[in-house]
């Protein structure tokens, strides 16, 4: 996870003291490594509490859709980060049900959902990768560590707009055929 992605969800955990949030992991695929490369928070209608988050599909859908389209498709929708105030960043049934509600509906192009749990003060967390089946697999993480995500992505042709990097400024509208991203993640 670059630098960036991460301090914006660390801001987005801290400005959420005793409650929920989390919100959708765009990045791209490196070898057998995915880098997330930036995050969303909830969106404005996501809701917020102590046991739960509901992420805003039409929110989410639109910041991976605007990345998507500024990268000429380099960076694409991975899957969800949210945070557990419990204490365990254990990936439960309710994690493992809505990674495969975004799996029935082609959300990612991955064949696989990334989910990653964080801790109620954003200082550690936990990685899993979610297939089909909803075998949940721990992956590695490495928070920061990463350079920018532009440096991360080491493609000479790659060029983002700069207004791809304030996303919650633009009103730009996207459609997806694939269904709108929506769910519901329960500690
Ligand atoms: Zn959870």
Redo the contacts with the bound molecule.
């Keep these: 996870m670059t630098i960036r992605a991460l301090d914006f969800i660390r801001t987005e955990i801290r400005s959420c003291v005793g409650i ?1 949030t989390g919100g959708a992991l765009v990045g791209y695929v490196s070898g057998t490594c995915a880098v997330v490369t930036h995050a969303s928070d909830p969106g404005p209608a996501g809701v917020r509490r102590p046991a739960f988050v509901t992420i805003e599909g039409r929110h989410t859908t639109q910041f991976c859709w605007q990345l998507q389209e500024a990268s000429g498709g380099r960076l694409f929708y991975l899957g969800d980060w ?3 105030p419990g204490g365990s960043l254990v ?2 049934g ?2 493992v049900r ?1 990674a495969l509600r975004q799996l029935e509906v082609n959300a990612t192009p991955l064949p696989v959902f990334i ?1 990653v ?1 964080f801790d109620r003060y954003g200082i550690t967390a936990r990685a899993f990768r979610i297939g089909w089946k909803g075998n949940a697999t721990e992956i590695p993480i490495t928070l920061g560590g990463l350079p920018s995500w532009r440096e991360a992505l080491c493609i000479p042709r790659f060029a983002l707009h700069d207004n791809a990097c304030h996303l919650f400024s633009q009103s730009h509208q996207t459609s997806r055929s694939s269904g709108e991203i929506e769910k519901k ?3």
């Design positions: 929920e949210h945070v557990h990936c439960s309710a994690d809505a989910s749990i993640w329960r500690s």
